[in-house]
C-alpha cells in the first residue's frame, strides 16, 4: 500500500507516488526547502487551484533541495541547516 497524506478537511488523500508510477500522473511541478509543509507552501503558490488539483507527491532524491544542502555545507552552516528536500507534485492526467 502506497503512503498517503490526508488533507485538512478530510476528504482527500495525498498518495505517495512510486517511481513506477510516475509516468500514470501530470507533474503539477517541483518545490525544494526545509520541510514537507514549506514546499507545499511553495507549490500553491505557483500552481493555479494547486488543492484542487493535486492528488499525490513524490520525495525526490536529487533537486533543489540537494542544491540548497550542498550550499549550505559549502558556507559552513551548522548541520542543522543540512536537511532541504525536494518534493513534487503529481496531477491526474487528463484522459483522452
Not at 502506497?2 to 500522473?25: A, H, L, R
Not at 513524490?58 to 533541495?65: K, L, Y
Amino acid at each position: 500500500m502506497e503512503n498517503s497524506i490526508p488533507t485538512q478537511d478530510g476528504k482527500k488523500q495525498w498518495i505517495e507516488i512510486q517511481e513506477k508510477d510516475v509516468d500514470t500522473y501530470k507533474l503539477m511541478g517541483t518545490a525544494g526547502g526545509f520541510s514537507f509543509g514549506f514546499c507545499v507552501y511553495l507549490a500553491h503558490k505557483h500552481a493555479l487551484n494547486f488543492f484542487d488539483r493535486v492528488v499525490g507527491y513524490r520525495i525526490e532524491e536529487h533537486g533543489i533541495g540537494e542544491m540548497m544542502n550542498e550550499a549550505a555545507k559549502k558556507t559552513g552552516l551548522p548541520e542543522r541547516h543540512w536537511k532541504n528536500i525536494t518534493v513534487s507534485f503529481y496531477e491526474s492526467k487528463p484522459i483522452n
